[in-house]
């Protein structure tokens, strides 16, 4: 090495001279990395498609063609910036199909001294790298707005974590939609203007879907054909594969979607899958777009007059709210997260989660879309497939594992937060102070879907009840003792308290009779 190289190289770096190995994830495809800051022009940069990354659950083939197509262009992009990139198809028959593996395979090619990597969304990827018999540097993920040391300085010394105060600090911190130090419009959160069912006669205009280009058929052609059984429908693929794709949806949902994302958030349609939804999530996730950069633009059309606060303070509160909380939930918690099941649930995930037919058209119209888009809007995956799971009981490591794999924008560091946490509260009230529970009530009021239901929503008891009135009343005399003095539903043991004592009986036979029949595998 010359003596200018040495001297250059001493003043880039404290982590030696010698070539580095810079990893970069599947969700991790964005320029600003902080693992691609310290790239230097003699670094490799791995990427790879690996078998234990693409089956460690049975994820749906379009979330794993949208990351695999996302991959291979962000890759073309690192080597048209000028990077040494060291991209392994999963057909490549040097591939050792994991990440580990594929680090250790360009160490030992290159006589690389270390690898710089970013941390992992997920703490099972964060061990495997610790574990290598190379130097790791595991730098801290900057792609959010507060980081991990920030928000333990947060919960530091709270009694209960709650995110509606998380939420006002980033606020504060970012200056989106605040006066001074007052928020605009007077008030935190607008909610009490939003939760309005949706009317099925509106037109509204559907998210941009993207023709498959080359590289995104190529993928299409890979994942048909190695992952032939997982639970999802491959085509028609409609997800963009890269930056300039999702910053024309992100676009596209400020001009015709936002103003209306507010009042209609809560909603449900029989056969409308996105309604007023950005369908950011997946992008956002996998480092395409930033949450800042869509907050901006979402903040920028209200100042603009294009959209009304409640909605433009709706959205901004999902992103730099409870996203990042869920991540700081996530990281505080710890790796046994995912195993917490404070209510003692165990029975199993029944088929009609991976598309049995159902008589429950909720459950059928919510399974259904997940099948077809490798989506469903946060209502959908809380109070229809979350509720029902929650209310019958089923163990909430099968329900994370069902999670993690159907939706696109599905990794740990947020998904488990949302159905460990808030969905199935098994972690006894970490991320949400109740358990989101309801009767039909709730879905008959949010939707169309009873309408066209097998069940009838009114009727409490006999065969046609619909399974929800049932559950839920089951669910809360079952965890009694852990809820009846929860401020938040603590009073609907009044109401059963009041209930005639033979429509009681009637109530815990008719849901143990459906429970029975969905241990049985029998259609529901
Ligand atoms: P929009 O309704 O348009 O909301 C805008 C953005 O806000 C989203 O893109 C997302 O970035 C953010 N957001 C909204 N709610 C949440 C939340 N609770 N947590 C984190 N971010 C949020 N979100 C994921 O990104 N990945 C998951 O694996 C995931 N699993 C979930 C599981 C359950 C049981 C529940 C109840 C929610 C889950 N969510 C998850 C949160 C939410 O449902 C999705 O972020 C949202 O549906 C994505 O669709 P969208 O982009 O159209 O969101
Ligand atoms: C989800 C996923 C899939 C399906 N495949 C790959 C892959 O082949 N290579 C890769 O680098 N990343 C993949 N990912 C994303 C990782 O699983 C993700 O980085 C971790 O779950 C942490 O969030
Ligand atoms: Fe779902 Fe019950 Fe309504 Fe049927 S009646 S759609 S099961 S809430």
């Keep these: 090495m010359s003596g200018t190289r040495r001297a250059t190289c001493a003043s880039l770096s404290f982590w030696g001279c010698g070539m580095r190995l810079i990893l970069v994830l599947g969700d991790q495809l964005s320029p600003d990395l902080s693992a691609l800051r310290e790239a230097r022009p003699d670094d490799l940069i791995v990427m790879a498609e690996v078998m234990s990354e693409a089956s460690y659950v049975p994820h749906h083939p379009q979330k794993i063609a949208f990351l695999f197509a996302a991959m291979r262009k962000f890759a073309d992009r690192l080597r ?73 300085a947060w919960a530091d010394g709270r009694k209960e974590l709650r995110m509606e105060w998380f939420y006002r600090e980033m606020r504060r911190k970012t200056g989106l939609l605040m006066e001074g130090d007052q928020p605009m419009g007077g008030k935190w959160n607008f909610d009490h203007d939003n939760r309005k069912p949706a009317q099925a006669d509106l037109l509204r205009i559907p998210p941009p879907r ?30 963009a594969t890269d930056r300039a794709g999702a910053l024309q949806v ?25 309604l007023h939804h950005s369908i950011l999530s997946p992008y956002i996730n996998a480092g395409l777009l930033s ?3 869509v907050c901006q633009a979402a903040a920028d059309a209200h100042a603009a007059g294009k959209v009304r606060l409640n909605s433009a303070e709706g959205f901004i509160r999902q992103i730099i709210g409870w996203r990042e909380y869920m991540r700081g939930i996530y990281f505080l918690e710890g790796p046994d997260y995912t195993a917490r099941n404070v209510l003692g649930h165990d029975r199993d995930l029944p088929p009609v989660y991976w598309g049995a037919p159902t008589r429950m058209n909720c459950m059928a119209q919510a399974v259904g879309q997940t ?9 959908q995956r809380l109070m229809v497939t979350g509720n029902f799971a929650l209310l019958a009981g089923i163990d909430p490591a099968q329900v994370h594992e069902w999670y993690l794999a159907v939706y696109v924008d599905a990794y740990e560091w947020v998904e488990a937060p949302n159905v460990i946490g808030m969905s199935q509260f098994a972690d006894g009230g970490v991320v949400g102070s109740k ?46 003792d852990r809820f009846q003095s929860n401020p938040r539903i603590g009073r609907a043991y ?18 143990a009779a459906f429970l029975d029949r969905l241990d049985a595998g029998d259609p529901v």
């Excluded at 250790?104 to 941390?119: N, Q």
């Design 494 to 511: 009044a109401t059963w308290d009041r209930m005639d004592a033979d429509k009681r009986r009637q109530i815990r036979s008719d849901a």
């Design 210 to 239: 993207f023709e498959p280009d080359a590289v995104t058929a190529q993928v299409l052609d890979l994942v048909e054909a190695r992952f032939p059984d997982n639970f999802g429908r491959l085509r028609p693929f409609g997800y």
């Design 291 to 293: 949450p800042m950069e």
């Design 250 to 274: 992100l676009a596209h949902f400020i001009d015709h979607s936002l103003d209306e994302f507010g009042p209609y958030q809560d909603a449900m349609l029989q056969d409308d899958p996105f």
């Design 435 to 480: 358990p989101y529970v309801s009767s039909g009530n709730y879905i008959a009021k949010m939707s169309d879907y009873c309408g066209g239901c097998a069940y009838k929503v009114t009727q409490k008891t006999g065969p046609g009840a619909c399974p929800f009135n049932v559950l839920y009343w089951d669910f809360m005399v079952r965890h009694r």
């Design 371 to 379: 099948r077809d888009h490798a989506y469903a809007h946060h209502i």
């Design 80 to 152: 048209e910036a000028g990077h040494r990139v060291a991209y392994a198809t999963l057909d490549d028959p040097d591939n050792t199909q994991s990440i580990p593996g594929e680090l250790l395979r360009h160490a030992a090619a290159h006589g690389a001294e270390r690898v710089i990597a970013t941390r992992s969304g997920e703490w099972r990827l964060i061990a495997a790298l610790d574990d290598l018999p190379v130097p790791v540097t595991q730098l801290p993920d900057d792609r959010f707005i507060c980081s991990q040391p920030e928000f333990e």
